[in-house]
């Protein structure tokens, strides 16, 4: 019955390469204990989950050789100059999960992996990149999620998984109540910047200022900003200073006439068509010449609050801020009723932090967080005019 429920190797296309290694999941502390081995990470996670991975991979083993990679390199790229976690390309662009392929999850599962010998199905350029790293043990997680759970120093989402990949004798040596270092560089090779910059110019002017905005995810629609608040929000942004252009994510690309009115949001989108580059490279050139982010926890304020240097601002109705990132200094968060009804604000990871942990968060007594009310934010930020 366990066979027919968590079957090992699931739709393998018997045309791909194969490598056998011993595979891993987060489980019993057996990947704690690896030692002299050259590990594949298998990151099958959004974009927010990689940033928080940058946090881990300093943690792990020093005595190891990582490389983590995904089918679709568009995060991955991340990790490109990263240290000590290498990327590993997949050639392949867009991002999914091997199942159009002929491999779902390189043929694996999850929920069945305890340190045996696997035969792993690698799609794309996975063949070649696995012979020249030369794994001898693999990692793949679902990357739990203990929702505020876990009392510091494992109150944060990645600091729960690092607990369980990186030994306790190892963690004792740590100063976990500082913020956890970030492996990712979070820059861009300077051909890449120019050729983005070339893009940003054909929609913003000389003398805007670009303010991001993220109001939705893809994994839980109750996170999402209302339509009708975000719009609200951009009309009174731009009301209040019409040099700042906003960028948005999941809008309308350049086939909608409405990014040449400067008063509504341009898609991130628009900017990225043509580049030919992968989303993480593009984020990040954008980025390095952004004022400031409004967002829901996703994966573009996550970047942001890792990156630091941009004044940012969270909007929070189903999560708490304290359960995911290490805290920033140019960061507001505004947590909605809807979590502090269900106690989010009591559980462990929102009560126990040192000081050197607390992030800077407002309670707001209405479900919806008002359009003002993040103005005020980010006026408070210094990211524009006070009135």
């Given at each position: 019955?366990?066979d027919?429920?968590?079957?090992?190797?699931?739709?393998?296309?018997?045309?791909?390469?194969r490598?056998?290694?011993?595979?891993?999941?987060?489980?019993?502390?057996?990947?704690?204990?690896?030692r002299?081995?050259?590990?594949?990470?298998?990151?099958?996670?959004?974009?927010?989950?990689?940033?928080?991975?940058?946090?881990?991979?300093?943690?792990?083993?020093?005595e190891?050789?990582?490389?983590?990679?995904?089918?679709?390199?568009?995060?991955?790229?991340?990790?490109t100059?990263?240290?000590?976690?290498?990327?590993?390309?997949?050639?392949?662009?867009a991002?999914?999960?091997?199942?159009?392929l002929?491999?779902?999850?390189?043929?694996?599962?999850?929920?069945?992996?305890?340190?045996?010998?696997e035969s792993?199905?690698?799609?794309?350029?996975?063949?070649?990149?696995?012979?020249?790293?030369?794994?001898?043990?693999?990692?793949?997680?679902?990357?739990?999620?203990?929702?505020?759970?876990?009392?510091?120093?494992?109150?944060?989402?990645?600091?729960?998984?690092?607990?369980a990949?990186?030994?306790?004798?190892?963690?004792?040596?740590?100063?976990?109540?500082?913020?956890?270092?970030?492996?990712?560089?979070?820059?861009?090779?300077?051909?890449?910047?120019?050729?983005?910059?070339?893009?940003?110019a054909?929609?913003?002017?000389?003398?805007?200022?670009?303010?991001?905005?993220?109001?939705?995810?893809h994994?839980?629609?109750?996170?999402?900003?209302?339509?009708?608040?975000?719009r609200?929000?951009?009309?009174?942004?731009?009301?209040?200073?019409?040099?700042?252009?906003?960028?948005a994510?999941?809008?309308?690309?350049?086939?909608?006439?409405?990014?040449?009115?400067?008063?509504?949001?341009?898609a991130?989108?628009?900017?990225?068509?043509?580049?030919?580059?992968?989303?993480?490279?593009?984020?990040?050139?954008?980025?390095?010449?952004?004022?400031?982010?409004v967002?829901?926890?996703?994966?573009?304020?996550?970047?942001?609050?890792?990156?630091?240097?941009?004044?940012?601002?969270?909007?929070?109705?189903?999560?708490?801020?304290?359960?995911?990132?290490?805290?920033?200094?140019?960061?507001?968060?505004?947590?909605?009723?809807?979590?502090?009804?269900?106690?989010?604000?009591?559980?462990p990871?929102?009560?126990?932090?040192?000081?050197?942990?607390?992030?800077?968060?407002?309670?707001?007594?209405?479900?919806?967080?008002?359009?003002?009310?993040?103005?005020?934010?980010?006026?408070?930020?210094?990211?524009?005019?006070?009135?």
């Amino acid at each position: 019955m366990l066979d027919r429920l968590f079957p090992r190797h699931p739709s393998i296309a018997p045309h791909l390469p194969r490598a056998t290694l011993r595979a891993y999941d987060e489980r019993n502390g057996a990947f704690a204990r690896l030692r002299g081995e050259r590990i594949a990470i298998y990151w099958p996670h959004g974009f927010g989950d990689w940033i928080h991975f940058g946090s881990i991979a300093p943690l792990l083993s020093p005595e190891n050789a990582y490389a983590i990679f995904r089918i679709g390199d568009d995060f991955s790229a991340l990790f490109t100059a990263a240290r000590p976690v290498a990327a590993l390309p997949s050639g392949i662009r867009a991002i999914g999960d091997g199942a159009d392929l002929g491999a779902r999850h390189l043929g694996l599962n999850w929920k069945r992996l305890r340190g045996e010998r696997e035969s792993v199905a690698l799609p794309g350029a996975l063949a070649r990149a696995f012979a020249e790293f030369a794994p001898t043990a693999l990692l793949y997680t679902d990357y739990p999620e203990p929702e505020g759970r876990l009392a510091y120093p494992y109150h944060t989402k990645a600091r729960a998984l690092a607990g369980a990949l990186v030994s306790e004798e190892r963690l004792a040596r740590l100063n976990l109540a500082r913020p956890l270092p970030q492996s990712l560089e979070f820059s861009v090779s300077p051909e890449l910047q120019r050729r983005f910059d070339g893009a940003l110019a054909r929609y913003v002017a000389p003398g805007e200022r670009i303010v991001l905005l993220a109001t939705s995810g893809h994994t839980f629609p109750e996170k999402a900003w209302p339509a009708e608040d975000a719009r609200r929000f951009v009309d009174l942004l731009r009301a209040r200073d019409a040099r700042v252009r906003v960028v948005a994510f999941d809008e309308s690309g350049p086939s909608d006439p409405a990014w040449e009115d400067r008063a509504r949001p341009l898609a991130f989108r628009a900017i990225a068509e043509g580049l030919d580059a992968p989303f993480a490279d593009i984020f990040l050139a954008l980025a390095a010449r952004s004022h400031a982010l409004v967002g829901v926890p996703t994966g573009p304020l996550h970047a942001v609050a890792a990156r630091g240097g941009i004044p940012l601002v969270g909007l929070w109705f189903a999560h708490y801020p304290t359960w995911y990132d290490e805290p920033n200094p140019l960061a507001l968060h505004l947590v909605g009723a809807g979590p502090i009804a269900r106690g989010f604000h009591r559980r462990p990871a929102s009560t126990t932090l040192p000081p050197s942990l607390e992030h800077r968060i407002e309670h707001l007594d209405t479900e919806r967080i008002a359009p003002e009310a993040v103005l005020d934010a980010l006026a408070r930020l210094g990211a524009i005019s006070g009135s």
